[in-house]
């Protein structure tokens, strides 16, 4: 655990902390140093690992007891995915309205090569096949328990759960996880076993896997049903039905510019823009536009990893749950803001806008999707930019 470098500690206890941003455009795979960090409670020790062992009970024909050694005698696999706290970019939402929770930048996410064996495979250890939708008892969701203890479960145990389909289908890639970049899990990220539930928010990716239930509704823990749900602008704590709308899962087109702060001093002329897209769903991202001239004209961005291609959605040759790290060097005639699509901010606009292979397209101002709980804040981002030459003279 290397919490000094991380710039920016967001709770000290639990401890949340996110790095600076561009530390993340530093390279396609996050260094688990890099990577955000998001607890909700004390992290927890697990040393004993001979006596280890996941559960795996519930709504199935034979209960078992797997060991580390049991899970890696199963096929392992290696997914490359990007998890991201459903919280990613909240500090920008309060800004419209007072939210509750973390106040993260957006640097709330990494993106990973994780290590281990499908929770497909696991679960016929049970005698669940694979593509079934339910058991033979009727279970339709897996339950994921942790060894972790937070106060909103009432000193128990933080729990989620992902419906039976999704865990069986080994197109979905949901891994038990004991390695993070060809490294054994440390205990930050999970040591020494985790969920990782790709194209879904963080918070289904359990941590410091304990059991594995197979039930017949979806988990009933705070974090599903009282917590992570997408709620419209007009609801708020005093009028607030939690029973109204469905645990949040796949998270909607992202994005985010690293290469400068929300206010960053450059100089007039050209200056390279570069950040991260991302798309949950395994749908990828079609294309990021850049425009310096509030949307007259507009280029397309280059995939920063891989030289001057342009963007190309490709789920049969692209890693489909990762982000891509776009750039584009763009003109600056003086302050400027960059931003994704249409800013009220007093200056020259430089816009980009991204849509994902889906059609999807992020929402132009974030009070339009601003709720309580400060989450999924993905409309269109903003930096300023001040032509630090002509601050230098005004002093002079």
């Not at 536009?289 to 049969?316: C, F, L, N």
């Given at each position: 655990?290397?919490?000094?470098?991380?710039?920016?500690?967001?709770?000290?206890?639990?401890?949340?902390?996110?790095?600076?941003?561009?530390?993340?455009?530093?390279?396609?795979?996050?260094?688990?140093?890099?990577?955000?960090?998001?607890?909700?409670?004390?992290?927890?020790?697990?040393?004993?690992?001979?006596?280890?062992?996941?559960?795996?009970?519930?709504?199935?024909?034979?209960?078992?007891?797997?060991?580390?050694?049991?899970?890696?005698?199963?096929?392992?696999?290696?997914?490359?995915?990007?998890?991201?706290?459903?919280?990613?970019?909240?500090?920008?939402?309060?800004?419209?309205?007072?939210?509750?929770?973390?106040?993260?930048?957006?640097?709330?996410?990494?993106?990973?090569?994780?290590?281990?064996?499908?929770?497909?495979?696991?679960?016929?250890?049970?005698?669940?096949?694979?593509?079934?939708?339910?058991?033979?008892?009727?279970?339709?969701?897996?339950?994921?328990?942790?060894?972790?203890?937070?106060?909103?479960?009432?000193?128990?145990?933080?729990?989620?759960?992902?419906?039976?389909?999704?865990?069986?289908?080994?197109?979905?890639?949901?891994?038990?996880?004991?390695?993070?970049?060809?490294?054994?899990?440390?205990?930050?990220?999970?040591?020494?076993?985790?969920?990782?539930?790709?194209?879904?928010?963080?918070?289904?990716?359990?941590?410091?896997?304990?059991?594995?239930?197979?039930?017949?509704?979806?988990?009933?823990?705070?974090?599903?049903?009282?917590?992570?749900?997408?709620?419209?602008?007009?609801?708020?704590?005093?009028?607030?039905?939690?029973?109204?709308?469905?645990?949040?899962?796949?998270?909607?087109?992202?994005?985010?510019?690293?290469?400068?702060?929300?206010?960053?001093?450059?100089?007039q002329g050209k200056i390279?823009?570069?950040?991260?897209?991302?798309s949950g769903g395994g749908?990828?991202?079609?294309?990021?536009?850049?425009?310096?001239?509030?949307?007259?004209?507009?280029?397309?961005?280059?995939?920063?990893?891989?030289?001057?291609?342009?963007?190309?959605?490709?789920?049969?040759?692209?890693?489909?749950?990762?982000?891509?790290?776009?750039?584009?060097?763009?003109?600056?005639?003086?302050?400027?803001?960059v931003i994704a699509k249409?800013?009220?901010?007093?200056?020259?606009?430089?816009?980009?806008?991204?849509?994902?292979?889906?059609?999807?397209?992020?929402?132009?101002?974030?009070?339009?999707?601003?709720?309580?709980?400060?989450?999924?804040?993905?409309?269109?981002?903003?930096?300023?930019?001040?032509?630090?030459?002509?601050?230098?003279?005004?002093?002079?």
């Open positions: 655990m290397i919490h000094k470098l991380f710039t920016w500690i967001r709770v000290q206890e639990p401890f949340n902390a996110e790095p600076p941003r561009a530390a993340l455009i530093s390279s396609y795979v996050t260094p688990v140093d890099f990577f955000y960090k998001r607890n909700h409670g004390p992290i927890p020790i697990v040393d004993d690992i001979e006596r280890y062992h996941v559960s795996i009970d519930g709504l199935v024909k034979k209960p078992v007891q797997l060991s580390m050694a049991d899970i890696r005698k199963l096929p392992k696999y290696n997914v490359t995915a990007t998890l991201q706290c459903a919280g990613n970019r909240r500090t920008a939402m309060s800004k419209t309205r007072t939210v509750k929770g973390v106040g993260w930048d957006a640097a709330a996410l990494g993106n990973a090569i994780w290590g281990g064996a499908k929770l497909s495979d696991v679960l016929e250890l049970v005698g669940i096949s694979k593509l079934a939708t339910v058991t033979s008892f009727g279970g339709k969701h897996v339950e994921f328990i942790s060894v972790d203890k937070c106060k909103e479960e009432n000193g128990g145990p933080y729990k989620a759960s992902i419906p039976l389909g999704q865990a069986t289908n080994p197109e979905a890639d949901v891994l038990l996880a004991y390695e993070m970049n060809g490294e054994v899990l440390n205990r930050d990220h999970g040591y020494p076993l985790r969920v990782v539930v790709p194209g879904v928010i963080g918070a289904r990716s359990v941590k410091w896997l304990d059991k594995i239930n197979v039930i017949q509704e979806e988990c009933q823990g705070f974090f599903m049903q009282k917590d992570y749900k997408m709620f419209p602008p007009s609801v708020n704590w005093d009028n607030i039905n939690w029973s109204t709308r469905r645990p949040q899962m796949d998270f909607p087109v992202q994005c985010a510019i690293c290469s400068l702060e929300d206010v960053d001093y450059v100089k390279t823009v570069a950040g991260y897209a991302v749908r990828g991202i079609e294309r990021v536009d850049i425009s310096a001239d509030g949307g007259k004209t507009w280029v397309e961005a280059q995939r920063h990893q891989k030289g001057s291609e342009p963007y190309v959605s490709d789920d049969m040759n692209g890693d489909k749950w990762a982000w891509v790290l776009f750039k584009a060097v763009v003109e600056i005639p003086g302050n400027a803001e249409a800013a009220d901010i007093f200056c020259v606009i430089l816009l980009y806008g991204q849509v994902d292979s889906a059609a999807n397209v992020q929402p132009e101002n974030v009070a339009d999707i601003w709720n309580l709980r400060g989450i999924l804040n993905t409309s269109w981002h903003r930096v300023r930019v001040i032509n630090a030459l002509q601050i230098a003279n005004s002093n002079l």
